[in-house]
């Protein structure tokens, strides 16, 4: 039976005597502080992950040949790209964890990984010292970040599904992208904050490092908040033969699985695109200085991270489906006017206004991403269903969109990749048309 057929019963799963979607003050302390536990630790993944695009302007030139700084961006970018490959493997391989030994242990594995890979980037020896063996080393270690950071998103997404409030879920599953966007926003403002103390030399000399070990360190201490948590998987379910196999996976919920793909493939590359690659194109294409774009960028993703809460509730009353067509129709129609306009801004205000407009429209997928792919697997494979979806399709379109802008800016058609990112956004609108409404058929329905 597919997973998308099964109405949810709205009150299987309650507790005899108690009313579905109430909670007593202590149930929702409990509930608040397992959400904050899971994103503390969801943010401190994700600084790691991302410090190494916010700092590869810096650091490009110490693992790579000297030449065309827009090869050297586009060299990095590579590198960065071929961690999303790894994310596939990481969502499988956590995914299965998560839904046969735990979510919490998934959580507490992943973020130690992560730690891992930030000390090795952050002691790492450049071209100079030992040649061909450091871009090597560095797409070593963002291979092992990236397994780290793909089994992340489906184990937190998961979690805090399940634990959030119910008739509230869109507001509090939101703060999974409030802490992924506040990792990114972390990153920008230790980079800003690396700015304004040291030279431009020291830069790109050994600051750039300092972030690396940072984000190492606070991966301990994430570590020790997710060792606190409380495990939402029930042991029956853990004990399940069809516990995170593929086998039950894609025999009885491929149409959940290609759906959350499809609109996956658009919403990462318009996330991407406006987040992590948007302080390049704002230096490379649009002309504005490094410290300027940085400062631009520190804003509106702290404006983009306020957002996500807002966004969620909102689709707590127009519903899940009508977010994402919202978001799949904006995107198509204001990609190319927004990017286009960028580019003949001279006001720093300009820039941040159309970047905000853009962002608005993306928070109406971020917002809510986790949540939709969790309300379509039932628990026994959910980890596995939402990590593996989500990363093959964040790896093939949302890891490759900084390469595929910077090699289309590189050959001088830039404007290819505004059309790129309109085309998916319509393709994510037109598989959302076939979604059904989650607030009847979803599976978190029926789980108090």
Not at 271 to 289: A, E, P, R
Not at 310 to 339: C, Q, Y
Not at 415 to 430: K, T
Request: with cysteine; charged share 10%; glycine share 10%.
């Amino acid at each position: 039976m597919n997973s998308l057929n099964t109405p949810a019963a709205a009150t299987a799963g309650t507790p005899p005597g108690k009313i579905p979607g109430h909670y007593t003050p202590h149930e929702k302390r409990d509930r608040i502080m397992a959400i904050v536990g899971a994103s503390s630790g969801n943010l401190v993944e994700w600084f790691d992950f991302y410090v190494y695009a916010f700092t590869s302007i810096y650091f490009a030139q110490a693992f790579f040949p000297k030449g065309d700084p827009v090869v050297q961006q586009l060299n990095s970018a590579g590198v960065f790209a071929l961690g999303f490959l790894m994310r596939p493997v990481g969502g499988w391989l956590f995914g299965r964890i998560a839904d046969k030994k735990g979510r919490k242990t998934a959580m507490m594995i992943s973020v130690l990984m992560m730690c891992g890979g930030s000390l090795a980037i952050a002691f790492m020896p450049t071209y100079n010292s030992i040649g061909v063996m450091a871009p090597a080393l560095l797409l070593l270690a963002r291979l092992f970040q990236g397994l780290s950071v793909g089994g992340e998103y489906g184990t937190s997404a998961t979690y805090m599904s399940e634990v959030a409030l119910r008739g509230q879920r869109g507001f509090y599953a939101s703060f999974q992208y409030v802490t992924l966007i506040g990792g990114q926003l972390l990153a920008v403002a230790v980079v800003a904050i690396l700015e304004l103390t040291l030279t431009d030399a020291q830069l790109h000399d050994w600051g750039w490092r300092i972030p690396f070990v940072a984000g190492a360190l606070t991966a301990v201490v994430a570590f020790y908040l997710r060792r606190s948590l409380n495990e939402t998987a029930k042991s029956e379910q853990l004990q399940s033969k069809t516990a995170g196999t593929m086998r039950e996976l894609f025999k009885h919920h491929t149409k959940a699985f290609l759906i959350v793909l499809g609109f996956t493939a658009g919403g990462s590359l318009a996330f991407y695109t406006y987040t992590t690659y948007m302080q390049k194109y704002l230096v490379l294409s649009v002309g504005l200085d490094k410290k300027v774009a940085s400062t631009i960028m520190l804003t509106a993703l702290f404006c983009y991270m306020c957002m996500q809460p807002l966004f969620g509730a909102l689709s707590d009353r127009i519903g899940r489906r009508t977010s994402m067509l919202l978001f799949g129709l904006l995107g198509m129609l204001a990609t190319w006017p927004i990017l286009t306009a960028l580019q003949s801004v001279t006001s720093p205000y300009a820039a941040f206004g159309l970047i905000i407009v853009a962002m608005a429209i993306v928070s109406l997928y971020t917002s809510i991403g986790g949540l939709i792919k969790a309300e379509m697997f039932p628990p026994q494979i959910r980890a596995l269903g939402v990590g593996l979806s989500y990363a093959i399709g964040n790896a093939i379109f949302g890891g490759s969109a900084e390469a595929t802008a910077l090699y289309l800016k590189s050959i001088n058609h830039e404007s290819l990749f505004y059309i790129y990112v309109s085309v998916m956004c319509g393709f994510a609108f037109l598989v959302c048309w076939l979604m059904p409404d989650l607030r009847k058929t979803g599976y978190l329905n029926d789980e108090h």
